[in-house]
């Protein structure tokens, strides 16, 4: 990881882009039922954007808290996520970890930048002037994550479709990073194993044009009895490495102390 990460502070040193969502992936064995993972995960997580999807080939469990686009009626929706901070037992230090995420210039430049993006990405398919910014760096406290939102809106052209929107907003920005395409070439080159369902979507289509999608982050793939999730994190100019790799373990810290009770 921390050699990763030292190449991709040289990318942005360089000036070939200003921020990468890097992810590790982590693996462990699991002989149990995959439904029974998810549903045991569901009674503490409550993930607001939660999918169980069982293939042929692999069971899909994503216990995410991110919209990646939603149309309604028409009306667009995104809500991408940027910057975290863990939970904490104590009441009073839990509410100092928000606080300080609050206030972190640091996060909110993360967060802005992906708000750019995706009012780019939107704006392929959106009516002209109508894109706007609803809310920007919303603290909104999960299970295990405090995190930061924002909300960005606008009307789908009457020429194109929902899947259209779909397709020009994806992947998420907030899993590739900014330029969007240089970002995704550095993960590509330095990520060792190809993401697969994760950070990819999960949703809806429905018969009347509307759809609504996940961006699926904290999600596990199952097949021939191996687990694989990933925590990730966005990489700017002044991230420190330790920090990043812990915000990483944060991410899947429920995983993994879940699968840890699961063999008592």
């Not at 216990?63 to 149309?71: A, D, N």
């Not at 009307?155 to 590739?176: K, W």
């Not at 330029?179 to 993401?195: D, G, N, S, W, Y």
């Not at 944060?250 to 699968?259: G, P, R, Y």
């Amino acid at each position: 990881y921390y050699q990763a990460f030292e190449k991709i502070k040289n990318y942005i040193d360089a000036g070939d882009c200003y921020q990468v969502n890097f992810a590790q992936r982590f693996s462990a064995t699991y002989r149990g039922n995959p439904l029974g993972l998810y549903q045991a995960l569901r009674q503490t997580q409550r993930a607001p954007f939660s999918a169980c999807i069982r293939t042929p080939g692999a069971d899909i469990l994503s216990f995410s808290p991110e919209r990646l686009v939603r149309v309604a009626d028409r009306q667009i929706l995104t809500q991408p996520i940027k910057g975290t901070r863990p939970r904490h037992p104590d009441p009073s230090e839990d509410q100092r970890l928000a606080e300080e995420l609050q206030s972190s210039e640091k996060d909110r430049a993360e967060n802005l930048m992906i708000v750019d993006l995706l009012r780019n990405d939107l704006g392929k398919t959106a009516v002209p002037g109508s894109i706007a910014v609803d809310s920007l760096f919303e603290l909104v406290t999960f299970a295990n994550v405090h995190h930061l939102v924002s909300s960005v809106s606008g009307e789908l052209r009457p020429d194109v479709s929902a899947m259209d929107l779909l397709r020009a907003c994806f992947p998420g920005g907030s899993v590739t990073g900014a330029p969007k395409h240089r970002a995704m070439q550095i993960i590509a080159e330095l990520e060792p194993v190809k993401r697969q369902a994760y950070c990819g979507a999960i949703g809806y289509y429905s018969y009347h044009g509307n759809l609504d999608t996940n961006l699926p982050i904290r999600t596990i793939i199952c097949t021939n009895n191996k687990l694989h999730y990933w925590g990730g994190g966005g990489i700017v100019a002044d991230s420190e490495a330790a920090q990043e790799y812990e915000e990483t373990l944060t991410k899947v810290n429920f995983i993994s102390n879940a699968l840890a009770s699961l063999t008592k």
